[in-house]
Nanobody, 121 residues
Framework: VQLQACGGGLVQTGGSLRLSCAASGRTFISYVGGWFRQAPGKEREFVARINGGGSGEYYADTVKGRFTISRDNAKNTVYLQMNSLEPEDTAVYYC???????????????WGQGTLVTVSS
């Protein structure tokens, strides 16, 4: 599975962005889709995941209620809608795919290249 993320950019506090992650391969529906982020000087952290069928969303506490993960398997794409963005959300965001429901980066075998989100105060 090859993944390509896009949709990052510069936004003001309180603003919104939608990230997209396009996957190659007809078996994408069998993979859990996840989003992670990594801020400068920090470890990569889990943001959200969704199971292959498009249900079972799970979020990090830091984004719960503000971010929404979804997927369109007809388009082989996973989305991350980010609302009420805060400066603390500034990071490179990565999409990933795994065979298991997980929140740890090591459980995800496939990664996109990352897209930068910058939230200005």
């Amino acid at each position: 599975v090859q993944l390509q993320a896009c949709g990052g950019g510069l936004v003001q506090t309180g603003g919104s962005l939608r990230l997209s992650c396009a996957a190659s391969g007809r078996t994408f529906i069998s993979y859990v889709g996840g989003w992670f982020r990594q801020a400068p000087g920090k470890e990569r952290e889990f943001v959200a995941r969704i199971n292959g069928g498009g249900s079972g969303e799970y979020y990090a506490d830091t984004v719960k209620g503000r971010f929404t993960i979804s997927r369109d398997n007809a388009k082989n794409t996973v989305y991350l809608q980010m609302n009420s963005l805060e400066p603390e959300d500034t990071a490179v965001y990565y999409c990933a795919a795994a065979r298991v429901l997980a929140t740890t980066p090591l459980s995800y075998a496939y990664w996109g290249q990352g897209t930068l989100v910058t939230v200005s105060s």
